[in-house]
């Protein structure tokens, strides 16, 4: 039987890898969703190929492209954000791969668990944002989450057969980014191309820039806060420059375990799209027997201050990591478009996490109004 595959994001760096591992096994795999914001190109393209039952493009301006496109198929055209929610919460796959950025994944992704569909979910954010609620779903309508980001599918191999075994502590390792070792006086003049070359990875261009200041680590954090039910004490990242050792988890006799392999996203998606299974691939392999040292050292957080504004939004709760990850979301983009510098995105995230009201128990309602309210405080202050 086929596992019946809704990828939301498909035209995405996490997108069009997931499609490589899917025609890779196609006695595997069936494509019943795709889901784009702009590029109706690579949307219609995946589609002729793919012959899915259905695509939604985001912009509702390029609906009736992408329509033209696809008309003389059997797949079926949507557009616009309602219709991802609707297409999310239809009956027919069994598992979506979560790969939009940002906060414009929480609702179709809310809406698959609403259905009991297994998640394999790349978009951190949603965890970020709404982690609370969204796991309580998951738990009530039994629907399997499984992480796609390579150290939360780490720390999810590692605890494999080890259900009765409770965690100490996890250790989240982090490449470090393009400016590991780099001090302010630097970071001041540092432009978005270089930002967005990272070292080891190949990724779109707000995770990039996110794993340049660190804020990746810190949605990591919180991230992994929700998918493994750990307490804030328990989370510790260490910079790793070389990116074997995706994470770690240590247990209560002390006894590490570890998932090794060569940085390739493709790894972490294929696990989560075969889950339990492991498939056979052809992708590089590490070689233990060439000279390589693997290398620890703390991050350095009187530079990289995302580090420490993650961690205040991971032990305080409530909204504050939805206020941080809209804020950051702003900055993000503006330092995209060359708005703001390097530096700045920091400070635009603390301020706005100043601002915003803080709710110790946030509802549905209030992560959608903290968020509006943050990206909106937060554009004021970029003069957006
Ligand atoms: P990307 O920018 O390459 O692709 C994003 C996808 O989401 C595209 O298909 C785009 O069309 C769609 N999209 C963008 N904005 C949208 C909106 N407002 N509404 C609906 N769809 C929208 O991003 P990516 O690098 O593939 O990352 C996707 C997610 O996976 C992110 O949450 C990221 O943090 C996470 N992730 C990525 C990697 C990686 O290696 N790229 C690794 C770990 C986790
Ligand atoms: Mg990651």
């Not at 784009?36 to 390029?62: C, H, K, T, W, Y």
């Not at 996890?170 to 978005?192: D, E, M, Q, W, Y």
């Not at 032990?315 to 900055?331: D, M, Q, S, T, W």
């Amino acid at each position: 039987m086929q596992k019946r595959i809704a990828l939301f994001g498909s035209t995405g760096s996490i997108g069009t890898q997931a499609l490589d591992v899917i025609a890779a096994n196609p006695s595997l795999f069936s494509v019943e969703v795709l889901t784009a914001q702009q590029n109706d190109e690579l949307l219609v393209q995946q589609a002729l190929q793919f012959a899915p039952n259905m695509v939604v493009i985001g912009d509702e301006s390029r609906y009736q492209k992408v329509k033209a496109a696809l008309a003389h198929t059997d797949t079926k055209v949507f557009a616009g954000e309602k219709a991802l929610e609707e297409v999310a919460a239809m009956d027919c796959y069994d598992l979506m791969l979560a790969a939009i950025v940002g906060f414009a994944g929480l609702k179709p992704t809310l809406a698959a668990v609403e259905m009991g569909k297994a998640v394999a979910l790349a978009n951190k954010e949603t965890l970020v944002v709404a982690g609370d609620l969204v796991m309580k779903k998951a738990i009530e309508k039994r629907s399997p989450i499984i992480p796609v980001d390579s150290e939360h599918s780490a720390i999810f191999q590692c605890l494999v057969g080890e259900n009765l075994n409770p965690i100490d502590k996890i250790i989240l390792t982090a490449s470090g980014g393009p400016f590991l070792g780099k001090k302010p006086n630097f970071l001041v003049n540092v432009k978005r191309d270089h930002a967005l070359q990272h070292p080891n990875w190949v990724m779109g261009a707000k995770i990039s820039t996110d794993s340049a200041t660190l804020m990746n680590k810190g949605l990591e954090m919180i991230e992994a806060k929700w998918l493994f039910n750990l307490r804030p004490e328990q989370i510790q990242v260490l910079v790793h420059p070389q990116s074997i050792i995706h994470s770690m988890v240590q247990f209560q006799d002390g006894s590490v375990k570890a998932q090794m392999g060569l940085p390739d996203m493709k790894l972490p998606i294929q696990y989560a799209l075969a889950f339990p299974q492991r498939l056979p691939n052809t992708f590089p392999r590490y070689d233990f027997k060439k000279p390589n040292t693997l290398s620890f050292e703390e991050p350095d957080t009187k530079t990289f201050r995302n580090l420490v504004l993650a961690t205040e939004a991971l032990f305080k709760g409530g909204n504050l990591p939805c206020v941080l990850n809209a804020a950051n979301e702003i900055a993000v983009y503006a330092f995209l478009r060359n708005r703001v510098g390097f530096l700045d995105m920091t400070d635009v995230v603390e301020r706005t996490m100043e601002k915003v009201p803080f709710i110790a128990q946030p509802s549905l309602e209030d992560y959608f109004e903290s968020d509006a309210a943050a990206r909106e405080f937060a554009a004021t202050l970029i003069h957006l």
